[in-house]
């Protein structure tokens, strides 16, 4: 049987618009490896294609709702060509931006990042990796890459009972890239940085923070200084910080690239930072709190509520009147509404008047599929201490 078969639940996920189907919706399972398989509902109707993960939690992925759709060269090629098309607008601004981004752009369990001429990819479904030779080649004709890197490392292969490395695909890939957004040069570290060697989808509020920043500046979370590059094209100083001395020797050669001498480094954990400087009785003008997620699971949320609201009710306090604090989230677990009243708890806390001047989300590259998610996390908000 190469077909299969999922209950009223699993085939109302669909009509819903959420492309996934869990294990216990999949009442008779395909005899087949990993791959694409023609799903039927509960009456047996076709709903149409999926990848298939026979060891995952989540075992089907919708990839097709037509049943007599063919997932062949031809089908990842437009898949894939109209998830680029999207992103066009964004080249007047950078040249390192997300390709495709899983779920949101059709192609589930795909990650294609773009640094200048290389591409970095990550397959994160057993279903996906059936389709290798197909997606290499659609990038290959689509994208022109010089390389092609896969940042397969990802803990979440494991579940998919797939090998975790760091491959080239394709030609060759440099240990180093340099690229730039809005006027900011930065250099990317494909084999080793976090996520696909940047973060690049805080690129439209990093540029949003650094129209508005002004005087003495501080940029908690700096990992490679990407919000301190910004701050300090307005800002008279920019405090870089974070915990690790790697990254901010990083950041320290992206101000060079940048010929910026306004920025100093420190390492140091925010949380303590922050404490002292309120109790030097310090105050800043912009301040930047863009953290690791806090919440990596739903149990972990109210620990991490309670770090959240910590750093920004001391941010808020270090503001000078009229200062601004961007502050953002990328805990997926943490929703819109929870992250609008962690800011409200801590605003009340500071006894400050605080105003929204801005909320914001993620950028054209990232695109946030209402019906799905799994595919937003990153939440922010530009705020003003009004008095
Ligand atoms: N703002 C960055 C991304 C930040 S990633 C950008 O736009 O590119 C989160 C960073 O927080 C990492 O560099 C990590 O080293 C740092 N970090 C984690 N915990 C920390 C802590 N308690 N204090 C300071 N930095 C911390």
């Not at 996920?13 to 996934?20: D, M, T």
């Not at 060269?73 to 437009?78: G, I, L, N, V």
């Not at 000078?320 to 677990?333: E, I, Q, R, W």
């Not at 006894?351 to 799994?374: C, K, M, S």
Request: with cysteine.
């Amino acid at each position: 049987m190469t077909v299969a078969r999922v209950n009223l639940k699993g085939a109302r996920r669909w009509l819903g618009g959420h492309p996934w189907i869990y294990r216990t919706d999949v009442t008779e399972r395909p005899m087949m490896d990993a791959g694409a398989v023609l799903v039927h509902d509960n009456r047996g109707k076709p709903r149409g294609w999926a990848l298939w993960s026979p060891l995952s939690e989540i075992s089907l992925r919708l990839l097709d709702a037509d049943p007599d759709a063919v997932i062949d060269q031809a089908w990842w090629d437009e898949r894939i060509a109209s998830a680029i098309a999207r992103r066009v607008p964004l080249e007047d601004h950078t040249n390192a931006f997300r390709l495709v981004h899983g779920e949101a752009d059709g192609c589930p369990s795909l990650v294609c990042d773009r640094y200048d001429d290389w591409l970095v990819v990550q397959f994160m479904s057993a279903g996906l990796e059936r389709f290798r030779e197909e997606i290499l080649t659609s990038l290959r004709s689509l994208a022109e890459p010089a390389g092609i890197l896969a940042r397969n490392d990802v803990p979440l292969r494991a579940k998919e009972g797939l090998p975790r490395e760091t491959v080239v695909l394709h030609g060759e890939v440099p240990r180093e890239i340099e690229v730039h957004e809005y006027g900011i040069r930065f250099l990317a570290a494909p084999w080793t940085g976090q996520k696909t060697g940047a973060f690049l989808d805080q690129r439209e509020n990093r540029h949003l923070v650094g129209i508005v920043a002004r005087g003495r500046a501080l940029d908690c979370f700096s990992y490679h200084g990407s919000f301190a590059l910004h701050l300090a094209k307005k800002a008279t100083h920019v405090t870089a910080l974070d915990a690790s001395g790697p990254a901010l020797m990083r950041a320290a050669e992206n101000a060079t690239l940048n010929s910026l001498d306004n920025i100093s480094f420190v390492e140091a954990n925010a949380f303590d930072y922050l404490r002292e400087k309120e109790r030097e009785g310090i105050t800043y003008d912009t301040i930047v709190l863009d953290p690791p997620a806090f919440a990596k699971t739903r149990s972990a949320l109210p620990g991490a509520m309670r770090g959240y609201k910590d750093i920004n009710l001391r941010a808020l306090r270090l503001l000078a009147p009229g200062g601004l604090l961007y502050t953002a989230s990328c805990s997926f677990h943490l929703t819109k509404p929870l992250f609008l009243e962690m800011l409200h708890e801590a605003a009340a806390d500071s006894g400050r008047r605080v105003a929204i001047r801005a909320l914001t989300g993620q950028p054209l590259d990232h695109p946030e599929v209402l019906t799905i998610p799994e595919t937003g996390y990153i939440k922010g908000a530009l705020l003003e201490a009004m008095d």
